[in-house]
């Protein structure tokens, strides 16, 4: 396992989408390794593919409930709503209260292309939307709550 560098809003990368996950082999088991282990060193809650400059649709979370990789995630249900402050590994000193679902259901395989689903509320809903969103080059920002600003902290 392997830390790797996590880019920031300078990076253009971060408004990309990323592709499908097709192949499920090595490659894809050490990206996953090094994303688990680039997100315990950055004492985040959650990280995408893309976060570390490569653009497949893999995402990993730890919520401190255990780890959980997600290959190809879709939240599948979304109920009711919460409105909570949120920042990004790739933002870092920015954050701003956004809007999320309540409660979401998520589907999405493990690094041997089996599906799981995860059904979750609080901190890890947000969460799973936060890094789905960056599947798609959407960033917390884009879902401020209304009458909400970006603070920064520096
Ligand atoms: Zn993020």
Sequence with gaps: ????????EEDPILRKKSRQVEKFDQRLASLIDDMKETLKRAGG??????????????????????????VNPEIISEEGEQKEQEGCLSLPGEWGVTVRPAIVKIRGQDRNGKWHIYKADGLKARCFCHETDHLDGRLFVDRLAQGETIHRTE
């Design 1 to 8: 396992m392997a830390y790797r560098q996590i880019v920031t």
């Design 45 to 70: 809650v959650g990280l995408a593919a893309v976060q570390v400059g490569v653009l497949k649709r893999v995402i990993v979370v730890d919520c401190g409930d255990g780890e959980i990789e997600l």
